[in-house]
């Protein structure tokens, strides 16, 4: 009986010749997933045929479909016909850097100084590579977080964290970046909201009223094709954040930057912000909503007011 054009299509398996069976299996299978011969949504062939085409036991079949269910390929529903084909996502690796930092294998520091140059990176590359359309995705991004502002629902403000990096990442125009940037940001995200959890309602709007300016900062530049702009707000974020979950989520660790004013110097006028988890920021006494700036930042951004000595 002559074979369907649709079954000759489909991807070949070879029987197995190994101690290990179910491993080579699985290998096998992982590879043609890969390589696109299984599509997401694709039915692998039902255990029955897997056993005549595999010539390995149903036990062996089955460990090697539990371990391709374990690490995301596949998907089994009891009762159907054949294991369907997943989309590949970074879940798994999201929940072992989770695991990781929660028992101190990962810490914190380690995060932020890998996102300082990961996110730069995204930033400057997106002030480069994006297209209108992403300006236009990016935009809508921050209006949406500034109606959630507004509202007060500063849970799903902070979900809006990872789309905006996620976003960014898309305009930078590459796929690497992208995939690590899902991970580090959808990481972040349950800190962010414990960040919250530690605030009043009124200091946890304004950490995410900072955040939104940042992310303002940041879209402005790259709005503006301003790479190393872009670059500079992203390194202004990254530690200014690390420095805020630090404060809320880890707060036995201690920071290793001194906020002592040097002695012998008179009072000043200027000021940290009123949250001291933001101390390398200062504060113009003549426009404090909007004079904020970072360290060895010479002036105020509004009125170009230099920086004193007396400011770390």
Sequence with gaps: MNSSPAAENRPTLRPVQTQRASEAIYEQIKDLIISGQFKPGDRLPSERALIEMLQ????????ALRMLEREGFIRTVPGTNGAIVQ??????????????LQTSRVTLDELS???????V???????????????????????????????????TFVSQDAVFHGQLALAGKNQV???????MSRLVEPLMRKALEQQSAEDGKGMCRRIMSMHRAIFDAVRAGDADGAAQAMTHHISELGGALTHFVFPEKKSTISTEKPAGRPPCAW???????????????????TGQISPGVPACGACSRPRPACLP
Excluded at 122 to 137: C, K, L, P, S
Excluded at 274 to 286: E, N, R, S, T
């Design 56 to 63: 390995r036991s149903r036990p062996t079949i089955r460990e």
């Design 87 to 100: 989309e590949l996502s970074t879940d798994g690796v999201t929940q072992s850097l989770e695991v990781m």
């Design 113 to 119: 100084e890998y996102r300082a140059h990961n996110d």
């Design 121 to 155: 990176a995204v930033a400057r590359w997106a002030a480069q590579r994006a297209t209108a359309e992403d300006i236009a995705a990016l935009g809508e991004t921050l209006d949406r977080c500034g109606q959630l502002l507004e509202a007060g629902a500063l849970t």
């Design 177 to 183: 970046s992208y995939i690590l940037t899902q991970v």
């Design 271 to 289: 000021r940290p912000p009123v949250l001291l988890y933001f101390p390398l920021m200062a504060v113009c006494p003549a426009c404090p909503s």
